[in-house]
């Protein structure tokens, strides 16, 4: 079995799962995590909520009586990664996803695509009773006020696409999962600190530990795009530890591959459908230049009762769901070389 093919249930739960960029969980040692990772009906549930008749704002549906559910389709198997700040003393509500990434592995699983989608899109969301009226406000709040089950809904609404598969990874393990591989490497555009731990983070590369990993792709603040730059860090410390995983040898390492494994494992709930082991087999054969990354297309700034939001851009979003249901991202990005880029604030 080639190397590569060793990570793929840990890099879709480390790299795609911290919130995106790569598959993992050694095949040899799937067995294991399948019965350590938690499991939650969450398609189950979404599928009981009622139907959304909002017209759907960004998906082109043919013919005048196809209403918005029917518009989901498409090739290829689509996860939804959701990365989750809990802390046990916070409700439901209190609890928020900061980090919401769509996966999306072609039809004949030799790429993959991560599409990030801002905390603070402006999207629609149904109603809710007792907590929301319905209309468009903040995506994050789906989370908080139904979970992931209406966050798959929410997702699925805006992009026209049927999500195949939710894993929901808690922030808390990037500290952890870091310190594991022996920490990460990162390349900073600019000097810049973080306001609430004032943490600075120099010009040129930075060596991350768990703490540091952890404040770098939290911080929004000081950033100078705010969450559009949290999104990039995101991307880059997930490509930079899928790299760390594979050239220091912890696939090779026994004791360290089942300790990284553990400490996954019990950062993931994952929908109960999804076949961990045979999901690695599928996917044995990506390396890591065959993912790419982009996140949804957006024209500048909404004013809202929550705060300011990003407002899409319709016909970048409309040209990029397309692209996602017809399985012909490939030609997107040839289109839009400058959206894979990975790189540091």
């Known amino acids: 079995m080639a190397r590569w093919a060793k990570v793929v249930v840990v890099t879709l739960a480390v790299l795609i799962g911290l919130a995106g960029a790569g598959f993992g969980a050694a095949a040899l040692y799937a067995g294991h995590v399948e019965g350590e990772v938690a499991r939650d009906d969450i398609l189950g ?14 998906v082109i549906v043919t013919g005048p009586s196809r209403a918005p559910s029917d518009a989901l389709a498409g090739a290829g198997t689509n996860y939804l990664i959701l990365g989750v700040d809990t802390r046990a003393t916070w409700t439901q509500e209190q609890s928020r996803s900061d980090t919401i990434m769509l996966v999306h592995v072609d039809a004949t699983h030799d790429h993959a695509s991560v599409v990030s989608i801002p905390r ?4 629609y969301i149904p109603p809710v009773p007792g907590r929301w009226p319905g209309g468009k406000t903040k995506i994050n709040s789906a989370y908080a006020w139904g979970g992931a089950p209406l966050m798959l809904q929410v997702v699925s609404h805006l992009t026209g696409l049927a999500i195949d598969h939710v894993v929901r990874v808690d922030f808390a393990a990037i500290r952890k999962i870091t310190d594991i591989v022996g920490g990460v490497d990162v390349q900073v555009r600019k000097a810049v600190t973080d306001g609430r731990t004032g943490y600075r983070f120099h010009a040129g590369v930075n060596h991350l530990d768990g703490k540091r990993a952890e404040i770098y792709v939290r911080q929004r603040y000081g950033l100078a795009q705010g969450d559009f730059d949290r999104v990039k860090r995101q991307q880059q410390y997930l490509r930079a530890l899928g790299d760390r995983i594979l050239s220091m040898g912890v696939l090779a390492n026994p004791m360290r591959l089942t300790s990284l494994l553990s400490e996954v494992a019990k950062a993931l709930v994952v929908d109960a459908g999804l076949d961990l082991t045979a999901t690695a087999r599928r996917l044995s054969g990506l390396r890591p230049d065959d993912l790419h990354y982009t996140t949804i297309p957006s024209t500048g700034f909404v004013r809202t009762a929550a705060g300011t939001a990003n407002r899409l851009d319709t016909a970048g979003c409309r040209e990029l769901f397309l692209a996602l249901r017809a399985d012909t991202m490939d030609t997107y990005f040839r289109r839009h070389p400058g959206y894979q880029a990975v790189s540091g604030s």
Request: aromatic share 6%; net charge negative; charged share 30%.
């Open 120 to 123: 603070d899109s402006h999207v």
């Open 45 to 58: 549930r979404a599928a009981a909520l009622p139907r959304i008749t909002e017209a759907p704002e960004y």
